[in-house]
C-alpha cells in the first residue's frame, strides 16, 4: 500500500511539488530521451542510462556469477544506450562485501564475457550494439570496506556509527587514517585495474566519487592534515593522479565520473539513538513524541567538519560552490560525463533513494519523498548549468514511478541534465527503454514502488558466502521470490 505515492496524473504531482516549495518541471514529449548524444569518444544511441546498481551476487574472488551475468543480459536487451556497470572494486580489501565484483587477473575473463554478453543481448533484442556503451565502475570502499573500515578523514558525526567488524567495535580517535602512502599505493591499483578494464573490453571507466566511499570522503576531508586534505585542491590530489594516469597511459579508454555534491549528515531511528551512539551521546535530545522509528539527525555540532557539498552552518541546506568547481575540473582533467548523486546509502538513505518504505535497517523517512527527488534535480540542474553542453547524467527518478520518464523528458527540455539515469527501477523493469519507444509507455506491471525489497535483501548478512543477492521479489518472482521467503525465514527465527 502506497503511503506517498498516490498520484493519478503529472498534474497532480507538479502540484504538490508546488505545495512542497519546489519545481518539477515534466514533458509529455517521451521522443527526447531517445535523442542520440556523444560521451566523449562515445556515441549513444538515446538519453537513457542504467546506474550502476550491486548486486551482491559476485563470487568470493570478484568473478560474476550466474546471477550476474543474468542481469546484464537483461539490461543490455533493455534498450538503454548507456550501461554504467556496478561498483567493482581495484583491490580485495576495498570490497564492500564479499561478494562485491572484484577485478584482477584471476576474474577479468569471467567479467568480459559479462561484458561480452551484455553487448550480445543488445544485438539480439535491438538488431545491433551501435549506439551502446558498457563499462565498470572502478571502487574503492573506503570506510565501508568489509573486512575493516579504511578511513580517511575523522568524521566526528560518521565514526561513532563506523563499526570495526574485526574487532566489534566502533571507530575512535585511536583509529588509525590511511596514510599519505596508503593513497598513493591505492593511486597505482585504480591505474592496474583501469589497464584490465580497457583489457576486458570496457567502453569506459567510473572513478567512483560518490556516497561517502574512499574517494568522496577525501572531497570532505577538509581537516585532514598532510597532501590529500585541506584546500579543494588538495582533497582532489588523488582522483585527479587518478584521471592523469589513465588518460596518460590509456588514451583510448573514456572515463567518466559519478560524485556526490551535497554529502547531508546521518540520521538514526528515534528509538536506536542513544543505543547506537557511544555512552558521551546517550543523553541526546530527541522527541518522545515521535514515533519509534522516525529518522532523526544525529548528534552534530556547528560548523560540519567533514560534509562536501553541506552548508556548514545547516546540514540541510546544499552549498554547491566545490562541488560546480570540481565538475569543471573534471571536464578539464578529460573525464567525458559526470553522473550527479548524493548522500549516503547507509547514514541517510533517504537522501539517496527517496522511497515509500525504508530499509530494514533504517528509519521513516523525515521528509515526504518528492522533496528528496527535487533535490536530486535542483543539484543535478546546478551542475548542469555550471557546465553548459556537457553530459550531465541526473539521478534520483525511481520514486516518481509512472511519471519518472516524463520528468526525465522535462529536464532534458529545460537543459537539466544530459541524460537520465535509472537505478533500483531498472531492477524491476530492465527493458524499460525499449518498452517506452515500442508502447509510448512504461509497463506499469513492472514498475518499481520503490518498497525497498532490493535493499533490504542487500542488508541482510546471514549467508554462507556473507551476502544475499539482491534483485527484485515483486516483479522477478521466479528467481528473487524464493531468495525473499528465505530472508524472511531466517529473520523470522531472529525474531
Not at 596518460?248 to 531511528?269: A, H
Request: glycine share 10%; with cysteine.
Amino acid at each position: 500500500m502506497a503511503r506517498f505515492f498516490k498520484y493519478k496524473s503529472t498534474a497532480d504531482l507538479q502540484a504538490d511539488a508546488t505545495d512542497l516549495g519546489g519545481h518539477l518541471p515534466v514533458s509529455n514529449d517521451l521522443s527526447l530521451l531517445f535523442a542520440p548524444i556523444r560521451i566523449g569518444n562515445l556515441s549513444l544511441a538515446n538519453r537513457l542510462c542504467i546506474q550502476p546498481m550491486e548486486g551482491c551476487d559476485g563470487t568470493l574472488d570478484g568473478a560474476p556469477d550466474e546471477l550476474t551475468y543474468r542481469r546484464y543480459q537483461r539490461f543490455g536487451a533493455g534498450g538503454a544506450s548507456l550501461i554504467w556497470g556496478e561498483a567493482t572494486a581495484i583491490d580485495e580489501a576495498a570490497r564492500m562485501n564479499p561478494r562485491q565484483l572484484w577485478l584482477h587477473d584471476g576474474s577479468a575473463t569471467h567479467l568480459e564475457q559479462m561484458l561480452a554478453g551484455c553487448r550480445q543481448a543488445h544485438r539480439d533484442a535491438l538488431g545491433s550494439d551501435t549506439g551502446l556503451a558498457v563499462g565498470l565502475q572502478l571502487t574503492h570502499s573506503g570506510r565501508f570496506s568489509y573486512r575493516r573500515p579504511q578511513l580517511a578523514v575523522r568524521d566526528p558525526i560518521l565514526d561513532p556509527l563506523t563499526l570495526d567488524k574485526s574487532t566489534g567495535r566502533h571507530v575512535d580517535a585511536s583509529y588509525p587514517l590511511l596514510s599519505d602512502d596508503d593513497l598513493r599505493r591505492i593511486e597505482d591499483q585504480y591505474l592496474v585495474a583501469a589497464r584490465l578494464a580497457a583489457k576486458i573490453g570496457c567502453d569506459f571507466v567510473d572513478i567512483k566519487q560518490c556516497h561517502r566511499y574512499l574517494l568522496s570522503e577525501l572531497l570532505a576531508a577538509k581537516h585532514r592534515p598532510g597532501e590529500y586534505g585541506g584546500s579543494l585542491e588538495n582533497r582532489t590530489r588523488l582522483v585527479r593522479n587518478i584521471i592523469g594516469r589513465i588518460r596518460s597511459e590509456l588514451p583510448g579508454l573514456t572515463i567518466v565520473s559519478r560524485m556526490n555534491v551535497y554529502d547531508g549528515i546521518p540520521y538514526l531511528r528515534a528509538d536506536r539513538l542513544a543505543k547506537l551512539l557511544p555512552p558521551a551521546a546517550a543523553d541526546s535530545p530527541s522527541d518522545p513524541g515521535l514515533p519509534a522509528g522516525t529518522g532523526l539527525p544525529a548528534p552534530h555540532s556547528l560548523p560540519l567538519q567533514a560534509a562536501f557539498g553541506v552548508d556548514p552552518q545547516d546540514h540541510l541546506g546544499m552549498d554547491l560552490a566545490e562541488p560546480r568547481q570540481l565538475a569543471a575540473w573534471l571536464r578539464d582533467w578529460g573525464v567525458a560525463a559526470i553522473n550527479v548523486t548524493m548522500g549516503n546509502p547507509y547514514a541517510n538513505p533517504h537522501v539517496v533513494r527517496p522511497a515509500e518504505f525504508p530499509p530494514v535497517d533504517g528509519y521513516d523517512a523525515p521528509e515526504h519523498p518528492l522533496i528528496g527527488v527535487l533535490r536530486h534535480f535542483e543539484a543535478t540542474a546546478a551542475i548542469q548549468g555550471a557546465l553548459p553542453g556537457f553530459p550531465v547524467i541526473g539521478s534520483g527518478y525511481s520514486w516518481l514511478q509512472d511519471y519518472a520518464m516524463h520528468a526525465g523528458a522535462g529536464n532534458l527540455r529545460d537543459q537539466r541534465c544530459s541524460l537520465v539515469g535509472m537505478g533500483r527501477a531498472s531492477l524491476s523493469h530492465p527493458d524499460f527503454a525499449r518498452h517506452i519507444q515500442e508502447h509510448g509507455q512504461m509497463n506499469r506491471k513492472l514498475i518499481c514502488r520503490t518498497f525497498s525489497y532490493c535493499t533490504n535483501l542487500m542488508r541482510t548478512k546471514d549467508h554462507p558466502l556473507g551476502q544475499y543477492p539482491t534483485g527484485c521479489p515483486p516483479f522477478d518472482k521466479d528467481v528473487y521470490g524464493p531468495i525473499w521467503k528465505e530472508v524472511e525465514q531466517k529473520r523470522g527465527g531472529l525474531q
